[in-house]
């Protein structure tokens, strides 16, 4: 497939392994966090960890649109959604995302209209169709899908639908890179910076990692060759003394972002004061809500919700793992308690959470696969 | 490899093989997609409750032996939607999937029942398209539509129509079938491109404003079956048809039932440009994405070459291909070697095949 395959490439991997392998210096342990979870799907999904030496190891980071969003926020939505006259739309990944008290499919099960959408313009078709209900979308994800909600709420305006609104969930992911970096016990030689939210940032909003922290980051997109590349990237720069920002996804990202998205945003959405993701507690600046010229389309003041903060399951440490502080399988109920069928946190929910992508692709004994694959 | 990690793995191990339970306390749309949650529903509830041997070996159809004849039986519900898509509809579906359960249970089909449930309002029209396909399938796949029901639900109550048949062949040849006879060093044949149907029906549904130009694959395997089986019958183990949960639930389901590893090649598994295509716009794999006109057969090493041959020489086989191998690892797992070089475990589906947001 063009445009695919290219960026897949068997033999090209191989070349770029044996350049990274060259580059470790003999004894030292790198460690890279891929901030992004799309990056983490692809490396479970193509099993890329097989082309890279052991003295590399990937960390995966809280880019995880789901996997951030807290239990509170969860139940908030659902109450919303048992309103008899509302129909909650939200993208497929959220349905299974536990709350206080079950999940969206739990509640849809329940009786509440929950329907799956794969765009916000889809939920405008919805209240377009149904002007005798209550349409509201569950927006979450980083500065990635925010634009788009921001068009959607910009044309819901001009049409006039007063049955469409928004419960805004979006992050930003500069505050969350800063947890990460100013947290002790987090000792990273990098990062893989996330592809898609910087087409919309650009790459200069990353420029503090590396000189105030003193870390090197690469930009990098989401196909494993991409990533391989980005990995080699970040290895020359530590090989050479340099500590930059960097973009390898230059056939997709500008380096200084998408400029009309970001006045979108800038028209429709404003920073909250502060807001809590999942398992990093309450951060400053870090999440969206709609700004008064559109308040009418705000769902959290059209509907009363609980706002209620549900502290996370005791025995979940999903905090742990967003940081990169935690392996996936060093949680204490990995795959047992907290499976991708029966879900304590959030990242197991996520195709691009960390220990859905570990369990669903790489649960395997490493020994075993060795002896199985020369077979 | 630590030590601690061994130790996690084995401890999943333990829980998965330990008895299924349904947590949840109502049917979620999970429970239907055939994956996880539809094999813990079969087994805690559907087992505990019928516990016999026949229903207990979950094949695609029950083995029975009744007053000296060796008969194959099974059914099956359709409530697709839309009801017509490219390539067929709910009816040859219906009659086909039905077929092709009993055609992989190594039984030649004959006979089969139909129940209809009709919503209020349905097109007499619609449902004369719907019949009339139905009996067109059963003609090509060489059975008879036997007997039958209708009950008609106030509209709101079914989606137009849906359909259950169930059908009885004859087991002819003396050995049993099944993929739970599947050894080490074995080799695992696919009858040709895979995902069509599922691709299909998501794209005919219409919420994705994406076209393609796609076709539903339903057909009756009988014949593919009669030409595998002649060239290449005493090499075949069992065979599967992928519908529900695709190709990777079948495997899944060879490696649990034989206790064995399948380990599988993504580039030797055929898949049309177009279903690649929109899977990969979708993030799906088309691996989960159902079929209804192909088979997964495993095949002794030796007889590998002949089977392979009778299926290409088939108009439903010209595509057929072997695309991995029994391993003797009882993890009780799936490895997929990736295109791209890597490897990883390909699992049953949790809940729908969703696509990823960013």
Redesign the interface.
């Known amino acids: 497939?063009r445009f695919?395959?290219e960026f897949?490439?068997?033999e090209q991997?191989?070349a770029l392994a044996a350049r990274i392998a060259a580059r470790c210096e003999p004894g030292r342990h790198y460690k890279f966090m891929e901030v992004?979870?799309?990056h983490t799907?692809t490396i479970?999904?193509?099993?890329?960890?097989?082309?890279l030496p052991e003295s590399v190891e990937l960390v995966h980071g809280p880019g995880c649109?789901?996997c951030v969003i807290p239990m509170g926020r969860v139940d908030d939505a659902i109450a919303i959604a048992r309103r008899p006259e509302v129909i909650l739309t939200s993208?497929?990944?959220m349905?299974?995302v536990p709350g206080g008290d079950g999940s969206f499919?739990?509640a849809?099960?329940?009786g509440a209209d929950i329907r799956?959408v794969?765009s916000p313009l889809?939920a405008l078709k919805l209240a377009r169709a149904h002007p005798d209900r209550e349409v509201v979308f569950m927006a979450?994800?980083?500065e990635?899908?925010a634009p788009s909600t921001a068009v959607t709420v910009r044309r819901a305006a001009a049409e006039g639908l007063a049955n469409f609104s928004v419960f805004c969930n979006h992050v930003t992911i500069i505050p969350a890179i800063k947890a990460i970096l100013d947290s002790p016990d987090q000792r990273l030689d990098g990062f893989l910076g996330p592809g898609?939210v910087s087409t919309v940032i650009g790459c200069e909003p990353y420029r503090f990692i590396a000189e105030r922290y003193g870390k090197p980051l690469v930009v990098a997109g989401f196909e494993?060759l991409d990533i391989l590349h980005s990995i080699d990237m970040l290895l020359a720069q530590l090989e050479q003394g340099r500590c930059e920002i960097e973009n390898q996804y230059s056939r997709v990202v500008p380096w200084d972002g998408n400029l009309t998205a970001l006045k979108t945003l800038a028209d429709v959405l404003e920073l909250r004061p502060f807001f809590e993701w999942r398992g990093l507690g309450f951060i400053a600046h870090s999440a969206l809500k709609l700004t008064e010229r559109y308040a009418a389309f705000d769902a959290e003041r059209r509907f009363a919700v609980p706002g209620v903060r549900v502290a996370d399951p005791k025995s979940c440490q999903c905090g742990e793992v967003l940081k990169g502080v935690l392996k996936p399988?060093?949680c204490k109920v990995?795959?047992?308690a907290c499976?991708?069928?029966?879900p304590i946190g959030t990242c197991m929910v996520?195709?691009?959470g960390a220990c859905a992508a570990y369990?669903?692709?790489?649960?395997?004994?490493?020994?075993?696969?060795l002896?199985?694959?020369a077979? | 490899?630590t030590a601690?990690?061994?130790e996690?793995?084995d401890?999943?191990d333990r829980?998965r093989r330990a008895r299924p339970r349904v947590?949840?306390?109502?049917?979620?749309?999970?429970h239907g997609a055939g994956g996880?949650?539809t094999q813990?529903l079969v087994e805690a509830v559907f087992l505990e409750a019928f516990d016999n041997p026949e229903l207990n070996a979950l094949d695609d159809a029950a083995a029975l032996t009744a007053g000296g004849a060796r008969l194959a039986f099974t059914t099956d519900s359709y409530v697709v939607k839309p009801l017509f898509f490219p390539g067929g509809d709910i009816g040859d579906l219906a009659v086909n999937g039905t077929v092709n359960d009993l055609a992989v249970a190594g039984a030649r089909p004959r006979f089969l029942s139909a129940g209809f449930i009709l919503e209020e309002g349905l097109p007499v029209a619609d449902l004369t398209r719907i019949v009339a396909s139905m009996g067109a399938a059963a003609r090509a796949a060489g059975v008879s539509i036997v007997a039958g029901d209708t009950k008609v639900v106030p509209r709101g109550l079914a989606d137009g129509c849906y359909i259950t048949t169930a059908g009885v062949g004859v087991r002819e040849h003396p050995r049993d079938f099944g993929v739970h006879l599947a050894r080490p060093g074995d080799l695992v044949l696919v009858s040709g491109p895979i995902g069509d149907h599922g691709m299909t029906v998501l794209v005919a549904r219409g919420?994705?404003d994406l076209e393609a130009d796609l076709r539903s694959d339903t057909a009756a395997l009988t014949g593919l079956v009669d030409d595998l089986l002649a060239a290449a019958g005493e090499g075949v183990r069992g065979m599967r048809d992928a519908t529900r949960g695709g190709v990777a639930t079948i495997l899944n389901e060879i490696a649990r039932a034989a206790g064995v590893?399948v380990?599988v090649d993504e580039s030797a598994v055929p898949v049309r440009?177009g279903v690649?295509?929109a899977a990969?716009l979708l993030?799906i794999d088309p691996l989960y994405v159902a079929c209804e006109g192909r088979l997964v057969a495993v095949v002794a090493p030796e007889h590998a070459a002949a089977a392979l041959a009778a299926l290409h020489a088939h108009p439903l086989g010209d595509q057929a291909a072997v695309i991995g191998r029994i391993?003797p690892?009882p993890?009780e797992?799936v490895?997929?070697?990736?295109?791209?070089?890597?490897?990883?475990?390909v699992?049953l589906l949790?809940?729908?095949p969703?696509?990823?947001?960013?």
Not at chain 1, 359 to 369: D, E, I, V
Not at chain 2, 337 to 344: A, I, L, M, V
């Open positions: 497939m695919v395959d897949r490439n068997a991997a191989r992004c979870g799309g799907h479970y999904q193509h099993g890329l960890e097989d082309y649109p789901v993208f497929g990944d349905m299974r499919l739990d849809k099960a329940a799956m794969y889809d979450i994800g980083f990635t899908t898609h494993p399988y060093e990995f795959g047992t499976t991708p069928e029966t996520s195709p691009e369990y669903n692709f790489g649960r395997f004994h490493r020994q075993r696969l002896e199985v694959t077979r | 490899m601690e990690l061994t996690v793995l401890r999943i829980t947590r949840e306390q109502r049917l979620t749309m999970a996880k949650a813990t919420d994705l590893t380990v440009a690649r295509g990969e993030g391993d690892d993890a797992l490895l997929l070697r990736t295109r791209f070089g890597g490897t990883r475990i699992d949790v809940g729908d969703l696509p990823r947001i960013c």
